[in-house]
């Protein structure tokens, strides 16, 4: 089981360019969290999905930002017309069922993004 | 809301000295408390959970709900402890919310 995989570890955009971030759980889970980690802050819970279902977007900002876990493939956290506050760590993390009590989240490497 | 403080950015210690990494929280339920170990290079790992009450590493955390504290232990500091160590609280309830401090980072000295 080779863990949460990132990609890619190190996204350089333009303000005003779109960023995608790809994040593919641990085998067999089928939660996704996404955290950002701004300069010399802790991590910020952002959203959490379940397969096709986003659950909990209240850390999202409301403008620019999206985030999708489809039924194949990785979940994407887009982010559009990036502006240099969006400079950051974000990491994805992947948990099995959760069923009400606390099932480790895994973590990836992260990503991380810096707008010039 | 919930809140977790950590009020020490960097905690140097030499090897063999004890080792106190502080937390706080601030969550009006029944709280659930972690503590999250990043070695250099390696990514975030659970370290222990409140709950299970054990030891990892010869580290502890004893949730103290009077003080809204669970700070990290351990009696004698090893350089391979060297680190940065997160606490986290997790908002129980369907599924698990997760708030990290801001983040200790531990340096041994040897």
């Known amino acids: 089981n080779a863990g949460v995989m990132q990609n890619p570890r190190h996204l350089v955009r333009r303000r005003g360019q779109e960023a995608r971030l790809r994040c593919s759980p641990m085998k067999g889970h089928s939660h996704v969290y996404w955290y950002r980690q701004l300069p010399e802050e802790g991590l910020k819970f952002m959203v959490y999905?379940?397969?096709?279902?986003?659950?909990?977007e209240s850390g999202m900002p409301k403008e620019r930002f999206s985030a999708e876990f489809p039924k194949e493939g990785p979940s994407i956290l887009r982010i559009q017309q990036v502006v240099r506050g969006d400079s950051a760590a974000y990491f994805c993390?992947?948990?099995?069922?959760?069923?009400?009590?606390?099932?480790?989240?895994?973590f990836g490497p992260g990503t991380r993004l810096t707008v010039l | 809301a919930q809140r977790v403080t950590q009020p020490e950015k960097l905690l140097s210690v030499f090897k063999g000295a004890p080792v106190e990494l502080k937390c706080n929280y601030s969550y009006s339920g029944s709280p659930e408390l972690f503590w999250y170990v990043q070695y250099s290079r390696q990514r975030l790992q659970l370290l222990l959970r409140?709950?299970s009450r054990e030891s990892i590493k010869g580290f502890t955390a004893d949730l103290n709900k009077g003080e809204t504290s669970f700070h990290l232990k351990k009696p004698f500091a090893q350089e391979e402890d060297s680190a940065m160590y997160y606490c986290?609280?997790?908002?129980?309830?369907?599924?698990?919310?997760?708030?990290f401090g801001t983040g200790t980072k531990l340096q041994v000295i040897p």
């Open positions: 409140h709950i």
């Open positions: 986290a609280l997790g908002v129980s309830g369907g599924y698990q919310k997760v708030t």
């Open positions: 993390a992947s948990s099995s069922s959760t069923g009400g009590s606390y099932n480790e989240q895994f």
């Open positions: 999905l379940q397969k096709e279902n986003i659950i909990d």
